[in-house]
């Protein structure tokens, strides 16, 4: 028994029982999918309360019309909402196109917060909070510059909130536009459907957790006022506020009725540094709330922070582990003698990880297809392999940037 | 005193001349003690007589006389001393060498001792004892008549050929010229001196020749035949093997099973396997030889290693209850390698059978060949050269032991044609094990007597069905020490069943999906 035979068995035990905890999640999901259909359609009663939809942008001139000519076309009352769009040190022509905005709707509550250098460009958090300061709702919604929602996205999240003060925060689903513009966005829009129905949904049914998205969700005034708003260091804020919000002893609802949909990164280099930055915020966020793993104001959230330090810690310092050793087992430059794998269980694992992201696609329209099963293969050996590659490099420029005591910095993700 | 002194040298002297001629069967270190020198003037290559000398060779070899090879043109550049042999056989192949090699012809002319002469222009002062005339045949076909043979194919072609036209001494076999229906001797022996004008490779020719050289060297014993069977390896068709064994045991007829050596991985199933078709054979009428492995640096068997390489593969033949009785080489190969070959590959054996080279050149490269003679050899024939011609209605002495050998054959259809053609020949076909034989190792001492097998002397039981325990599961590599096996064996088997139960639930899970997309999405 070798050193590397030791590594390679916790490596191996690591990813086989996350792969477990997975097709967990997935069944619970599809149960929760299940229900949810079931369920009669919630409709608004009484009156509808005062919501504050706030729009985060900078340099967003290429989508934020149309976003906010979505956000105008909510089935709510008109006059019992507001959109603040935070026009965020844009050197762009966002601020003329939605001047113009606001003369075209006249008559409606459309705030457009233009900030510079000085009064903002601090990133996402920083603009979000500003606007906060400018509501008048007692709901904040947040919706992304790129954000185009269904008419009934809105009614749907108040109406969760209003039926369960337990709830803190109630989240909708995104979908993607642009799913057909390559075959990268045909992975992401199969990936953002499958983590929705098995992670979200999934972990709502088991655990009655969820974590804000960053968009298509509702919260509650008075518990952002109580958590002070956002985390201006987090780059992940969605997963910092969710993380808040169930310390508080809320708890956040996924309702997948709700549906907005959004433009993601059509090439890898774009891509790769979203989901980079999003592996480092989430970094950021489960290391900053690690002692609360073994403090009793932990309770809420300890399987959230278990569940992403398996993923971004444990799954992938496995995977780079089993993967280097094997490596240098067959280039000669370590020995394991460690019993050989059963290639039947691998294909077996590759086989449950097709299958059980095509069931979560069952769910939405248009997406029960061969195509879509043959992508779901083609991901695997592709574009889930690049995950490896996000998740080390996030880590890797988190440890750099906590190293030298880097500020966090924002990066503007390609519009189309 | 001197009474005595005398009595006894007249019974010495009476007792030699009553004794029988010497048998120059004998293990003998060299040639020259008491052997056959065999001088020839060329090999004539590319000629109707090609191999001949060869065929002498394997002659010689087959009936445990020790030759030394030498060819005339060398012999006149360094001389011999003839008197170091009993015998001398000359081959003449070139007219136009007659006249040269004086030397030799000098030397010649003052040996006392046997002399036999191969092809034409006998020397003159032993043709003279002969009372020998000569003649040349016409261009035209032989046949040859000798001991069971009939009108055997001789010359096949139209040449011309020297024949004995008259002379004094013991005739042996007849050559026909169908043509003109001339007949002559194939050869002659009066005394030690014997001739035979035209003498070429064939299996015919060498029993004709065969039967001269017994009578020439004072020979005693019954030759026998025996079916040998060689080219048999373990990726043969052990099956077909197995079936042979059945038809020749059917056939009531006794065989040899010539076996190629393994000196690698002797505890695969593909070597059991391989053993144990052998033990099967050996059960129904067979009996095993050895084959002589093939001496090269690329095969990875050299000269230094060659006796432990041979006495591994017969040590785990005898472990396994197989009895192999003699050795097979090519006589090129045997030659080639000299007293390495013989003391060292073929040191454990006492019997042995060359087969023809096909190749009588390696002669010219070749210095002493292998003197070392065996107890009991055979003459590798043909039986297509044979047995058409073997008339088995009439018992008949041969003068060596015969080995009709096969390549082993590659379609059972082929095989049984071959053993239809052997038992309706009525060859008396005889087994080899009834004979006394012996092959010893360090180890083992493998032998046989009157037909039973034995092994350190303890008999060996002959089973007769094919059944060989091969685990299936049998590592060909050392996988060595593998760590943590039973945990991953027992994980691998909790996770399949894990995968296996997700995906049937998923399978559930699937198809209560379509029906809801259906009703939502597709009504």
């Not at chain 1, 310092?317 to 430059?333: N, Q």
């Not at chain 2, 009595?7 to 008491?34: C, E, N, Q, W, Y």
């Not at chain 2, 042979?244 to 070597?271: C, R, W």
Request: net charge neutral; glycine share 8%; charged share 20%.
């Amino acid at each position: 028994m070798t050193a590397a035979d030791i590594l390679m068995v916790i490596a191996v035990f690591c990813i086989w029982s996350l792969l477990l905890v997975n097709v967990v999640l997935i069944i619970a999901g599809y149960w929760y999918y299940m229900k949810c259909e079931r369920e009669p359609e919630q409709t608004l009663t009484g009156d509808a309360p005062f919501v504050s939809v706030m729009v985060p942008a900078h340099n967003e001139a290429k989508v934020i019309v149309a976003t906010v000519e979505s956000l105008l076309a909510f089935d709510y009352p008109q006059g019992r909402y507001e959109i603040i769009v935070i026009n965020d040190n844009s050197s762009d022509d966002s601020a003329a196109r939605l001047a113009r905005l606001q003369e075209k709707h006249a008559g409606r509550n459309l705030i457009v917060l233009n900030t510079d250098s000085v009064t903002g460009g601090k990133g996402k958090s920083n603009a979000l909070n500003i606007g906060f300061r400018h509501s008048r709702g007692e709901l904040i919604a947040i919706y992304d510059a790129d954000n185009t929602p269904e008419r009934k996205a809105l009614p749907y999240l108040v109406s969760e909130l209003l039926r369960d003060d337990s709830l803190g925060a109630a989240i909708g689903k995104f979908r993607t536009r642009n799913r057909s513009a390559s075959l990268l966005t045909r992975f992401i829009n199969i990936e953002t459907l499958s983590f929705q129905w098995m992670a979200q949904a999934g972990r709502w049914m088991l655990f009655k957790l969820c974590t804000i998205p960053g968009t298509n969700f509702i919260v509650r005034k008075n518990i952002l006022e109580e958590i002070g708003g956002w985390d201006v260091k987090a780059l992940a804020e969605d997963t910092e506020i969710s993380f808040r919000i169930y310390q508080m002893g809320y708890r956040i609802k996924f309702q997948p009725k709700s549906v907005t949909w959004e433009q993601e990164p059509q090439t890898l280099p774009v891509w790769f540094k979203q989901r980079a930055r999003w592996a480092k915020g989430n970094i950021y966020v489960i290391v900053k709330n690690i002692p609360l793993l073994f403090d009793r104001r932990g309770k809420a959230i300890r399987f959230d922070l278990v569940y992403f330090l398996s993923i971004y810690f444990l799954l992938l310092t496995s995977l780079i582990m089993s993967d280097t050793l094997l490596v240098l087992h067959a280039l000669g430059l370590v020995y394991t003698t460690i019993a050989g794998f059963s290639s039947l269980l691998w294909t077996l694992a590759v086989v449950l990880f097709i299958v059980g992201t095509f069931i979560t696609l069952t769910t939405e329209k248009g997406e029960l297809s061969l195509s879509n099963l043959w992508l779901i293969a083609l991901m695997y050996v592709t574009y889930c392999q690049l995950w490896l590659a996000v998740a080390a490099y996030g880590l890797y420029v988190y440890l750099k940037d906590k190293v030298r005591k880097r500020e966090t910095k924002w990066y503007k993700t390609e519009r189309y | 005193m001197k009474r005595i002194s005398a009595a006894a040298l007249a019974i010495t002297f009476v007792g030699l001349l009553l004794a029988k001629p010497a048998m120059l069967r004998a293990d003998t270190a060299s040639g020259r003690d008491g052997g056959v020198l065999l001088v020839y003037d060329s090999l004539a290559l590319g000629t109707t007589m090609e191999g001949n000398v060869e065929a002498l060779l394997r002659l010689l070899a087959a009936m445990g006389v020790p030759a030394t090879l030498r060819q005339m043109e060398r012999y006149d550049e360094d001389g011999d001393d003839l008197g170091a042999y009993k015998g001398i056989i000359a081959v003449r192949n070139d007219p136009e060498l007659q006249s040269g090699y004086t030397r030799f012809a000098a030397d010649l002319s003052r040996f006392p001792g046997m002399y036999l002469h191969v092809g034409p222009d006998m020397p003159a002062f032993f043709a003279d004892q002969l009372r020998l005339e000569t003649a040349i045949s016409g261009p035209e076909s032989a046949r040859l008549s000798v001991g069971p043979l009939r009108l055997a194919n001789f010359a096949a072609g139209a040449e011309r050929m020297t024949y004995i036209a008259k002379a004094s001494g013991k005739a042996y076999g007849e050559l026909l010229w169908p043509g003109s229906e001339r007949k002559a001797p194939f050869g002659i022996r009066e005394g030690g001196i014997g001739f035979v004008p035209a003498f070429r490779s064939g299996s015919a020719s060498e029993l004709a020749m065969a039967y001269v050289l017994k009578d020439w060297l004072g020979l005693s014993g019954e030759g026998k035949v025996y079916l040998l069977y060689k080219d048999i390896y373990p990726f043969s068709d052990l099956a077909l093997l197995a079936k042979t064994a059945d038809t020749l045991y059917s056939a009531g007829i006794p065989f040899i099973y010539a076996v190629q050596p393994v000196y690698m991985n002797l505890g695969f199933p593909a070597m059991q396997r391989y053993m144990a078709v052998l033990e099967y054979a050996q059960a129904h009428n067979g009996t095993l030889f050895a084959g002589a492995p093939v001496l090269s640096p690329v095969a990875g068997i050299q000269r230094d290693t060659l006796k432990e390489k041979t006495a591994l593969f017969l040590n785990v033949l005898a472990e396994n209850g197989l009895v192999p009785l003699g050795v097979g080489a090519d006589a090129g190969l045997y030659w080639s390698n000299g007293a390495s070959f013989a003391e060292t590959g073929m040191e454990p054996f006492n019997a042995m059978v060359l087969y023809p080279s096909g190749n009588p050149a390696l002669l010219m490269h070749v210095g002493e060949p292998a003197c070392r003679t065996f107890a009991d050899s055979l003459l590798s024939v043909r039986w297509d050269e044979l047995g058409p011609y073997w008339d088995a209605r009439k018992p008949v002495s041969l003068p060596v032991d015969l080995a009709m050998t096969f390549g082993f054959p590659a379609v059972e259809a082929e095989m049984e044609g071959a053993v239809r053609e052997l038992r309706d020949s009525w060859l008396p076909f005889a087994d080899y094990k009834a004979g006394r034989h012996e092959t010893r190792t360090a180890e083992h001492a493998m032998a046989s007597s009157d037909g039973i097998l034995t092994v350190d002397g303890r008999q060996i039981s002959l089973r007769g069905n094919v059944s060989v325990d091969v685990d299936l599961e049998y590592q060909y590599r050392d996988l060595g020490q593998r760590s943590f096996e039973r945990l991953f064996t027992v994980q691998n088997y909790f996770y399949m069943t894990m995968i296996v139960a997700s995906l049937v639930l998923f399978g559930v899970l699937m198809a209560v999906g379509y029906r809801l997309y259906k009703s939502k999405f597709l009504k």
